[in-house]
């Protein structure tokens, strides 16, 4: 296969993939958009996490709710659970790893905010940890997962499981899903 070759047909799968998911998720991307507009509009927060690509993803994504996405309007809550070093350093070295994400959860979530977790596998120990202290605080739990959705997917209220096994896939049709559900956001919201 020459390189041309290679490029059209990875994103010629790419297109076939997030054409699927729109045609079978349409009604649960909704979903997603309606729990985050409600959690705004009674004045909580969106929190986002994940891994690797995937907690540069939740930064990428608070920043598009504070800051702006495609419209000016007045910043919405939302903050990356992936950003603060010392906190991150802190919480490794004296709780473990798997604890990174539900100690900011315990220290900042309240009831009716929403975690957003991003997960390929769905089996990470840290996200799991983060999604079981979001259910004791009433927190609504959103998964964006892969595979088979692994052990996240029954920690969720609301889960959207990308049907591929290929990492990098799901990873790029999560953010695609999550800027559609922006674009929705900020839309509602302005009404």
């Known amino acids: ?34 729990t985050y507009v409600a959690a705004l ?4 927060t969106l929190f ?21 996405y495609q419209s000016n309007r007045p910043a919405l809550r939302a903050v990356a659970l ?6 991150l ?14 100690r900011q959860v315990e220290a900042l979530a309240r009831a009716g905010d929403v975690l957003s ?14 999604a079981q202290a979001a259910k004791a605080r009433a927190v609504t739990v959103v998964g964006f997962l892969g595979h088979s959705g692994g052990r996240l997917k029954d920690l969720t209220d609301v889960v959207l499981i990308v049907p591929s096994d290929d990492t990098a896939r799901i990873q790029e049709i999560h953010l695609a899903i999550e800027h559609v559900i922006c674009e929705m956001v900020e839309e509602r919201l302005a009404k």
Do not use: K, W
């Open 41 to 44: 509009r009674a004045g909580g």
């Open 89 to 102: 350093t802190a919480c490794a070295n004296d709780m473990g790893f798997d604890e990174v994400f539900a």
């Open 48 to 68: 986002f996490a994940g891994n690797g690509g995937s907690a540069a993803d939740a930064q990428h994504l608070a920043t598009e709710y504070v800051v702006r």
């Open 117 to 130: 977790l991003h997960s390929t596998s769905g089996d990470s120990p840290n996200v799991i940890r983060g």
């Open 82 to 87: 992936t950003t603060d070093s010392s906190l």
């Open 1 to 34: 296969m020459t390189p041309a070759e290679q490029a059209r047909a990875g994103l010629t799968a790419l297109a076939a993939l997030a054409t699927r998911v729109g045609e079978e998720y349409a009604e649960t991307i909704a979903a997603i958009a309606d």
